[in-house]
């Protein structure tokens, strides 16, 4: 992979920036799919990844064999091939949409079958990484401290073989597994029991409009969406190069995150917070709370760690990776909060903010996301090292307060 970064350092002038990003518009396409047909975080992380990933596979081919194009419109279709080959082998229903953005994309260059055959040999592989068939419905254990389905649904637990799926850039899904969650009857999860039992009820009086507005904010299950939003404007004027590069990364360290924390998450197999306080825990003596109900609706998975922190670290580290620095400025909409936009100074802002929201739903245990933190750092700086980019250390907690505003009204409050 260095040879390509030297390579790339010697062709500035062959991939300038364009108006249309044509990376960013496949991934486009993917989260358009992603959210029409509901597809699951995990599972729609490594179709990021397996787009990305044939993306920058592609490219690398298109600038390194004998036959190095002689214009920038034969790398863009290696490209758009290797995009049109990884969605139209998921979602053979948008044809007519991708093969409009291929034929727009590659319409100056001349055809080759190169990237689609690359491509369908990295499917083809993939295919064997672990992530199907799906394992029987997992339904849990009777046993105090550990995760059972949780109300309303009580669905049964969300792919629990995910943590030994191949991985993209680690070596295997437990390669960062997080230290064990702390006992029943310690101090630090009794503050945490007590803490999720009163911000995170339904309609506390404990927590501010703003916090609770946080909360839905981030409540949608699909938390790998709104980063590929920021790197998108990051990535506004970005080179081609650089735009399959960064893609690549951010999209296999989301993917590795999600694997990372699933490995944990089952193998700890923690109960969630509504379980604990509901049924009540005859280790610490707190009685049982039948009528607790959190803010939002519990996922339905182990509690330990935070899925979402983990996910959104790892982006936000491959982010200050990419961008040399944390404090990048930059804005979001949530589905969740229609006619909101939320301003964040900086990556590690954003993240931390998911962190709190967790707790402040009611889903989550304080000590979960303080160690996923640090599970997000270390996926990411794996994905930063493999994309040759230079680590970017993650700062201490944000100073700066996370700004709303009104999405007629784009300024700061």
């Not at 990884?86 to 727009?104: C, G, H, K, M, W």
């Not at 590659?106 to 990484?129: C, E, G, H, I, Q």
């Not at 193998?267 to 009540?280: E, M």
Request: charged content about 20%; some cysteine.
């Amino acid at each position: 992979m260095r040879y390509i970064s030297v390579l790339l350092l010697l062709l500035p002038w062959f991939f300038t920036t364009t108006n249309a990003n044509p990376v960013t518009a496949w991934n486009d396409v993917l989260q358009d799919q992603v959210r029409g047909n509901k597809i699951d975080p995990n599972t729609a992380c490594r179709y990021g990844a397996l787009l990305h990933t044939a993306q920058w596979q592609a490219f690398r081919d298109s600038i390194g064999q004998g036959a190095m194009p002689e214009t920038q419109a034969a790398a863009v279709a290696a490209v758009a091939s290797a995009g049109k080959t990884v969605l139209l082998s998921i979602f053979p229903n948008v044809t007519d949409r991708v093969n409009e953005l291929y034929a727009q994309q590659a319409a100056a260059a001349v055809p080759t079958d190169r990237s689609a055959t690359l491509t369908r040999a990295l499917l083809n592989d993939r295919a064997k990484d672990g992530s199907s068939p799906a394992p029987p419905p997992y339904k849990g254990v009777e046993e105090v401290g550990k995760w059972r389905p949780t109300p309303p649904a009580f669905k049964a637990g969300l792919t629990p073989h995910w943590g030994q799926v191949k991985p993209f850039n680690l070596e295997k899904g437990d390669q960062f597994r997080v230290a064990a969650p702390p006992a029943l009857d310690s101090l630090a999860f009794k503050m945490s029991y007590l803490e999720v039992k009163q911000v995170g009820t339904k309609n506390s009086t404990s927590r501010s409009a703003d916090q609770t507005e946080t909360v839905y904010f981030w409540s949608g299950a699909n938390i790998e969406m709104p980063w590929y939003g920021v790197l998108k404007q990051v990535a506004e004027n970005f080179t081609l190069a650089e735009s399959v590069k960064a893609y690549a990364c951010m999209a296999t360290a989301m993917a590795d995150a999600r694997i990372a924390a699933f490995d944990s998450k089952y193998f700890y197999n923690s109960w969630r917070p509504v379980t604990s306080i509901q049924v009540g825990n005859n280790v610490t003596d707190f009685p049982a709370d039948p009528a607790f109900e959190s803010e939002i609706m519990t996922p339905p998975h182990p509690e330990f760690p935070q899925g979402h922190t983990a996910t959104a670290e790892a982006a936000a580290t491959v982010l200050r990776a990419i961008a040399g620095k944390d404090e990048v400025p930059f804005v979001l909409t949530s589905e969740k909060v229609p006619g909101k936009i939320r301003a964040y100074p900086s990556f590690s802002a954003a993240s931390y903010e998911i962190k709190e929201s967790r707790t402040m739903a009611g889903v989550h245990f304080r000590f979960s996301g303080d160690r996923s933190l640090p599970l997000g750092q270390n996926v990411g700086n794996a994905a930063v090292v493999a994309y040759s980019y230079k680590p970017v250390a993650a700062p201490g907690l944000p100073a700066k307060k996370v700004k709303s505003m009104n999405k007629n009204l784009l300024r700061r409050e």
